[in-house]
């Protein structure tokens, strides 16, 4: 298929043109959300499985999205947008508190958000993985904009006085893979661990990373 097919325009059933695309795309998200994200997966869904899912033709699908890979393009971006909501706004809670507990507050928040949905976790570190180099490259760059943010955390940390002061690039990407590596572990069954347990050896990682042995907090 070289183009989406062109969605009709205007009002109809009280809802304007973009609002009941807006509805129609979201629907096929929380469809794919339901077959990428659990049985049968990504690779053994088809456009007509998941127009079926979401209530609607195979029409519509093509008026919205080109491929299934587009579908889990979006899917996997919302997913991310979600935890990164949750993030920022447990990050503007937390200002206040000292590094551990905001630490604390920070990845409980990711981690709840990311793990209430099981399907979530699958998006996130299973389905997207070995797809295609587009979306392997747009699986890299959402991992480093989560690196960034840590970076950005790291340096307020230091502009405190709570951490060390260094270059936290190669640091953070390593702790990154650390959080994706255990969450999905633990979603898995293979981690015998309570969530709070995983969040607070998160957390362990990050103030060892942040104060390493032998530095001491500077008052500021």
């Known amino acids: 298929m070289a183009g989406r097919l062109k969605a009709p325009t205007g009002r109809y059933g009280g809802k304007t043109a973009e609002q009941r695309q807006a509805e129609r795309r979201r629907r096929f998200l929380d469809a794919a959300l339901q077959l990428f994200g659990d049985v049968p997966g990504y690779r053994a869904t088809t456009v007509a499985a998941l127009s079926e899912t979401a209530g609607l033709s195979t029409r519509q699908f093509y008026e919205e999205f080109r491929t299934l890979e587009d579908v889990l393009a979006a899917l996997h971006l919302q997913v991310n947008d979600w935890a990164e909501q949750a993030v920022i706004a447990a990050v503007t809670g937390a200002e206040h ?22 399907r ?63 969450l999905h572990d633990w979603n898995a069954g293979w981690v015998e661990a309570t969530l709070d347990e995983v969040v607070d050896e998160l957390v362990r990682q990050l103030l060892g990373i942040l104060q390493p042995v032998g530095w001491g907090p500077q008052e500021i």
């Not at 000292?98 to 604390?104: F, I, Y």
């Not at 928040?109 to 990311?114: F, K, L, R, S």
């Not at 959402?142 to 943010?149: D, G, I, P």
Request: charged letters at 25%; hydrophobic letters at 50%; proline letters at 5%.
């Open 120 to 182: 979530r976790v699958r998006i996130t570190f299973v389905e997207i993985i070995g797809v295609s180099p587009r979306l392997e490259e747009q699986r890299l760059a959402r991992r480093a904009r989560w690196v960034r943010l840590v970076c950005a955390e790291a340096e307020a940390a230091v502009a405190r006085g709570e951490a060390a002061p260094r270059d936290y690039q190669l640091a953070a990407t390593a702790f990154i893979g650390s959080v994706n590596g255990l």
């Open 97 to 118: 508190l000292p590094l551990a507990e905001r630490a604390a507050a920070i990845f409980r928040a990711y981690a709840a958000n990311v793990t209430a949905d099981p």
